[in-house]
């Protein structure tokens, strides 16, 4: 064999053996057995003078290169084999699985599913409407004639084609005794939108539960029962809940809902919502007889019912996403 066919060959063994030194150990076994000062490498030296002195040149050339290779090929393989976990097969099946957060209701979401089961239970069940809604529903079957301030641009979401964002689920109300003969007794739940400003308490996207019950004779009395019904049966038997008379065009007599909250460190009365008798306009309005029938409604704020019930001092934690509190109900 000749010293550039002996080179070659040496060449192409070591770089093989050092293919397979997979741990720090037979690595510096390879390194003595090939670079090391009585290495192979070294042992061909002697063998440079049987080379011809034309062949020479060539031959040292080709000593030095393989020389360079060896050495960069372990340089190279060491920083591989001793990178952290490079020893050993790239995938550890025996290691214990990366722990999958399993999530969670959103408190809202948790306080809307409660609400629904108390309701039920008194008899009322769920019914829906559309969040982008036309005036009619909005407003004018509500009887807010056009004239009234509650339809200004500046108090309402607009989009095109006259219609807006719902600015309360009354517009359920409509829809259901549209469509529904009497006697019935609903409730709606959902998203409504009012260009409000943010602060503890106001939130320009928030939820509200409305009720409705038409049957006939029915009184304020009715309502008042199922709204402190409803209070204790959600919040427990001290919940502190009053009705205050109010106005709204579409009750009449209509009323208040507050209830007892721990705002910023003191307990504060906070409006939940608005209730009343169904005025005789609405019942006109979907084709009820006045005469015939009567009706409560109420309209709470479920963004409020979750602050009380679970003691969220401000509105605005439930909508930034934030995992750590969201992660504590
Ligand atoms: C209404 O929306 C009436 N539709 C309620 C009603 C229904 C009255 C049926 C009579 C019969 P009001 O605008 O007061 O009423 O809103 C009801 C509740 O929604 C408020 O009491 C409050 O709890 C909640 N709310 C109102 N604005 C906001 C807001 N910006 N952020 C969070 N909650 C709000």
Redesign the pocket.
């Known amino acids: 064999m000749s010293m550039m066919e002996h080179l070659d060959e040496l060449e192409a063994s070591a770089l093989a053996d050092l293919e397979a030194a997979a741990e720090p150990e037979s690595l510096e076994r390879w390194r003595i057995r090939y670079l090391g000062t009585k290495g192979r490498l070294k042992a061909t030296m002697p063998m440079l003078k049987d080379v011809s002195r034309e062949d020479k040149p060539a031959v040292g050339k080709r000593l030095n290169a393989v020389k360079t290779t060896l050495e960069s090929a372990f340089e190279e393989r060491k920083s591989r084999v001793e990178a952290p976990g490079a020893a050993g097969p790239a995938l550890d099946v025996t290691e214990p699985g990366m722990e999958c957060g399993l999530g969670r209701r959103h408190v809202l979401t948790r306080t809307i599913d409660e609400v629904i089961e108390v309701f039920g239970r008194m008899g009322f069940s769920v019914a829906y409407g559309p969040e982008v809604e036309d005036e009619w529903h909005n407003f004018n079957a ?1 009887n807010i004639p056009d004239d009234h301030p509650a339809r200004d641009p500046i108090d309402n979401f607009y989009v095109n084609g006259g219609r807006l964002l719902r ?4 517009t359920v ?1 409509i829809r259901t005794m549209e469509r529904v003969k009497p006697p019935l007794k609903i409730i709606a739940i959902g998203r ?1 939108y ?1 260009p ?1 400003t ?1 602060d503890a ?8 539960v ?3 019950y038409v049957d006939r004779n029915v009184s304020m009395v009715d309502l008042k029962t199922a709204l402190f019904q409803f209070a204790r049966a959600y919040f427990g038997p001290g919940a502190e809940v009053r009705i205050r008379p ?1 106005f ?1 065009p ?2 009449e007599p ?4 507050d209830m007892k909250m721990k705002i910023k460190g003191s307990y504060q009365w ?7 008798m ?1 005025d005789p306009n609405v019942f006109e309005a979907v084709g009820y007889d006045p005469e015939e029938w009567t009706g ?10 979750a602050m009380r019930k679970y003691g969220i001092a401000d ?1 605005r934690w439930m909508f930034e996403n934030d995992a750590r509190f969201l992660r504590q109900f």
Do not use: K, P
């Not at 906070?270 to 009343?276: A, H, I, M, P």
């Not at 409560?296 to 409020?304: C, K």
């Open positions: 509500l600015s309360q689920t009354s109300q409504v009012r409000d943010h308490t106001h939130f320009s996207m928030f939820h509200q409305e009720g409705l109010s709204f579409f009750t209509s009323a208040e809902v906070v409006e939940l919502g608005g209730c009343g169904v409560y409604a109420f309209g709470l704020g479920i963004d409020r019912i509105i």
